[in-house]
């Protein structure tokens, strides 16, 4: 009874195994691939972020509302651009949706935004 107890185990380890072999694990799986192109979104106060994603890896013209924060080079999906205090950082969760924070230091505030992709870009 024990040999068929113990036999049964190692049989059941060995599915479970063999199961979860091919699975893959949090932060594995296909690459997020950014999509070049226009991004529009909002942040936990409400203020409207927008910024363009270039076909060389750049971060263009971020804004948040009216203030420009500038540009930035994105590597490995993340980016940061910061201009008189004022600053912002965000990665690419899916390849057309961007999750990041911005936080104004003169000012003393900051908060979360969410933007996806809007429109592509428009290469001549």
Partial sequence: MKRL????AVTALALILTATAGATRPGEGPPVIPIPGHYEGRDTRHHHIRFYFN???????????HADL???VVESRRFHVCKDGFC???????????????NNRPAGHGALFSAHFVHPSHVG
């Fill in 88 to 102: 912002a950082h965000g990665s690419w969760i899916e390849s057309h949706q961007v999750s990041g924070s911005w």
């Fill in 5 to 8: 107890l113990t036999l049964t």
């Fill in 70 to 72: 500038g540009s930035a």
């Fill in 55 to 65: 076909h060389h890896g750049h971060v263009t013209n971020f804004r948040v509302e």
